[in-house]
């Protein structure tokens, strides 16, 4: 299930041959998405890779994991606009088809029944992306999370908010509420493929290594999945 590569470069064309296979199998799959730095030379991978074996993309329907609660789609730290400028934009999916939930909606609650309701419509993820955060959450499920959890608002921890505030001017500016997939939809998904690159997440690999399914770790969920795989790099495989 843990399976290591020489670098990101590797992960990404490996598992863009994956997505490649998943949609020329089906072309109407449905994909469940993920942001973050880990994705982005995955979708690079993707799009050129599509490009070059005219891939037809028009077909799939996508799921993506998460949305900070407070950022409309034009806010550049939101997932929607990362999505649109590292995928949606790039290639030719169906618009209408590419689902996030909405950081600016005003019922949340109800947009996260609606979320799951959604996905179940569609017949389930085929194929689900996962990175990880350095406390081992999926998604924004973090320590504690249920694993019958469904799609929620989530109060990000701090040391979720420092993490990402990387991304952001200041970390008063990190949201500190988000809407996330549930457990139990990322667990209904056919396959599960999660990627953790880097030093930083050396530690938490590690830990997901040793650990047994627990909610104290989100991640750990994915090692009672039929069809997951977990890849990383050589540096986040350091402490195995
Ligand atoms: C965020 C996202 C997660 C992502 C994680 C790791 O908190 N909600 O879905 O997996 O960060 O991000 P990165 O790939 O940038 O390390």
Redesign the pocket.
């Known amino acids: 299930m843990f399976y290591v590569f020489s670098n990101p470069q590797a992960i990404a064309e490996h598992v863009s041959e994956l997505l490649i296979a998943q949609i020329q199998k089906k072309n109407d799959s449905v994909l469940g998405l993920?942001?973050?730095?880990?994705?982005e030379p995955v979708y690079e991978k993707l799009c050129e890779q599509v490009a070059r074996l005219n891939v037809d993309v028009s077909g799939l329907t996508t799921f993506n994991?998460?949305e900070y609660i407070g950022l409309g789609s034009e806010h550049p730290q939101s997932?929607r606009y990362y999505m649109r400028q590292h995928l949606f934009n790039r290639l030719a999916f169906a618009q209408h088809r590419t689902f996030l939930p909405d950081g600016l909606c005003a019922d949340p609650v109800k947009q996260c029944e609606q979320y799951s309701g959604q996905i179940q419509q569609a017949g389930h993820i085929d194929l689900q992306l996962?990175?990880?955060?350095?406390n081992g959450?999926?998604?924004?499920n973090e320590p504690g999370t249920s694993f019958g959890s469904r799609t929620h608002v989530v109060p990000l921890t701090e040391q979720?908010r420092i993490?990402?505030s990387r991304f952001f001017d200041s970390l008063d500016e990190v949201p500190t509420q988000?809407i996330?997939l549930g457990l139990q939809d990322i667990m209904e998904s056919k396959q599960i493929i999660l990627i953790a690159?880097?030093t930083?997440?050396a530690q938490i690999m590690a830990k997901l290594y040793e650990s047994p399914v627990t909610e104290q770790l989100p991640a750990s969920v994915v090692k009672a999945h039929p069809n997951a795989m977990i890849l990383l790099d050589e540096q986040a495989a350091q402490f195995l």
């Open positions: 993920a942001t973050g730095s880990t994705m994991l998460d997932y996962l990175g990880i955060g350095n959450h999926i998604g924004f979720t993490d990402n988000a996330t690159t880097g930083n997440k």
